[in-house]
T-cell receptor, first 118, second 111 residues
């Protein structure tokens, strides 16, 4: 298993500003992911953070809005850019030890970052 | 990913077994079934996964039907702390980690 921490745990931001969320894993992992959970909704995958290359974004999410970095095997950041109230959500980081199959489906999640945009 | 169908909500008495069903009739031969849960205000927690054999760990048991079209997660002695939303997920074998979280089952364990 892996223990995931996120910073900040919550924040209140003004529209038009940007916030960078950090995700730290206590061990080296092959895959890291970023999810969004809007109020009262289930989780939606934003992107896969690839170490040493650009992130892979899901449909509906773009790099200009959600730039992601993954400088090493234990750390990743997600930036929410030019925020609007619609970006108010919980943002969650997860990590997996696998590249495919059953190991990839076993993911460990951070506690989330609660973002409110005014 | 195979589509999964779960009841919206279930109740269970504390100390009793909680049996949470999931239908995944379109599952293919190489797709595992995963169960996660999300306790209020926390990140999702991995519980268990299986392919075709029944599985058991310290948290739960997973019973998969022989035709693999459905499965049941069993919490043998539910406690109040097991109150959560439980998600059944069957990601495709070639997926890059895209766990598609549906609405899940809201399990309420009552004293």
């Amino acid at each position: 298993s892996a223990v995931i921490s996120q910073k900040p745990s919550r924040d209140i931001c003004q529209r038009g500003t940007s916030l960078t969320i950090q995700c730290q894993v206590d061990s080296q992992v092959t895959m890291m992911f970023w999810y969004r959970q809007q109020p009262g909704q289930s989780l939606t995958l934003i992107a896969t953070a690839n170490q040493g290359s650009e992130a892979t974004y899901e449909s509906g999410f773009v790099i200009d809005k959600f730039p992601i970095s993954r400088p090493n095997l234990t750390f990743s950041t997600l930036t929410v850019s030019n925020m609007s109230p619609e970006d108010s959500s919980i943002y969650l980081c997860s990590a997996s030890q696998g590249y495919s199959g059953r190991r990839l489906g076993t993911q460990y999640f951070g506690p989330g970052t609660r973002l409110l945009v005014l | 990913d195979a589509k999964t169908t779960q009841p919206t909500s279930m109740d269970c008495a504390e100390g009793r077994a909680a049996n949470l069903p999931c239908n995944h009739s379109t599952i293919s031969g190489n797709e595992y079934v995963y169960w996660y849960r999300q306790i209020h205000s926390q990140g999702p927690q991995y519980i268990i996964h299986g392919l075709k054999n029944n599985e058991t760990n310290e948290m739960a048991s997973l019973i998969i039907t022989e035709d693999r079209k459905s499965s049941t997660l069993i919490l043998p002695h539910a406690t109040l702390r097991d109150t959560a939303v439980y998600y059944c997920i069957a990601p495709s074998g070639g997926s890059q980690g895209n766990l598609i979280f549906g609405k899940g089952t809201k399990l309420s364990v009552k004293p």
